[in-house]
């Protein structure tokens, strides 16, 4: 749509989508017959007008009073780049349809709700590029994505138009989550990452401890979540490498994170800090781990461990094999 400015009427291209949703601009419907919104505005100069558009899109407040009073555009800043929209009015939008550009469409199931480029450009710089780049999904109405879930789509798009992360507490709460953890990985939602993040970390729990790192170890930027799982598995490896069935699925790379974990933590701290009451019970069964029948590489790895250093009976117990070993061929020399 277009603002004409002054009495030379100098066009001024903008976002019926982000006028709508932020104040009352008095649009035609997308449904009218005219391909445009023209609204006049020969008492108002340019820059005035640019300072409230700018306002609008980028919440840069300034001195623009009249102008606010007479379209008043709303003050809410819960949107990338602190835009002020009103949270209802566009939610509305979003559930009408009006004013949409783009439809959606998930191979294999069909279209889902149709939305605006402009909203998905403000949040995603991957999609900001594909409407943008020339090519023919430029102009194209329609977006077609592979490989991914419908609901955990619809649930991208309705945090784009809430600005809140909204998830039903149901069976599937936990696979939906990680589901929109990879698309806003994928699609650079920064805001919709942050808020999967903290609700990742608010909900684990023993079932979701093992299933977690094994979707979140290829996303550099969840690192805190993987080690708060690799802690929390390290701290309970009884339960959960007898009680889970998640624990054979996590690769190599993983269970060697989470062995290191207690090596790590025993060097800030003692074993009675650790193990408490438990620490009688290590030094008892010990003697029972039947240590030189383990392969000699294992036992070299754990010589040079903060275990063997802090617990004095399993240093000497995966040590005396190689002692052993070596006095054995020390006589078979002489």
């Known amino acids: 749509m277009f ?3 002054g009495e030379e009427e100098r066009p001024v291209p903008t976002h019926k989508i982000i006028l709508q949703a932020s104040g009352k601009f ?17 008492d108002v100069a340019c820059p005035i007008l640019h300072a409230l558009l ?22 809410w800043a819960v949107f990338p780049f602190g835009i002020p929209i009103n949270v209802q009015s566009l939610q509305q939008l979003y559930l009408t349809s009006e004013y949409s550009d783009i439809s959606v469409y998930v191979e294999g199931y069909g ?16 999609f900001a590029k594909t409407f943008t780049n020339g090519m023919c999904e430029s102009n194209s109405s329609d977006v077609c994505l592979r490989d991914e879930s419908p609901k955990a789509l619809k649930a991208v798009l309705e945090f784009m138009y809430s600005g809140g992360l909204r998830i039903e507490d149901t069976m599937d709460f936990g696979t939906l989550l990680l589901q929109l953890l990879l698309l806003s990985d994928k699609y650079g939602i ?45 701290m309970r490896f009884n339960y959960y490498t007898t009680a889970s069935l998640g624990f054979i699925l996590l690769d190599e790379a993983t269970f060697r994170s989470i062995i290191q974990v207690v090596d790590e933590l025993m060097m800030n701290s003692t074993p009675e800090h650790l193990f408490k009451e438990r620490v009688q019970l290590v030094n008892d069964l010990l003697p029972s781990v039947h240590f030189p029948l383990l392969p000699s590489p294992l036992l070299k790895k754990l010589e040079n461990t903060n275990l063997s250093r802090q617990i004095s009976a399993f240093g000497k117990l995966v040590s005396l094999p190689s002692s052993s070993k070596n006095m054995y061929l020390l006589g078979k020399r002489v």
Request: net charge negative; glycine share 2%.
């Open 54 to 75: 700018q306002y609008i899109s980028e919440s840069q407040l300034g001195s623009l009073w009249a102008l606010s009073t007479q379209f008043e555009p709303h003050s």
């Open 111 to 126: 279209f889902i709700p149709q939305s605006h480029k402009i909203i998905l450009s403000l949040y995603s710089v991957p």
């Open 3 to 5: 603002f004409f400015v």
């Open 190 to 234: 920064t805001l919709l990452h942050q808020g999967c993040c903290k609700m990742l970390l608010e909900c684990l729990s023993e079932d979701s401890v093992c299933p977690i790192p094994q979707v979140v170890s290829s996303i550099p930027s969840c690192k805190l979540v993987e080690e708060t799982c690799e802690r929390q598995f390290a």
């Open 26 to 42: 008095r649009l035609c419907s997308s449904d009218d017959e005219s391909d445009e919104d023209v609204i006049q505005l020969q």
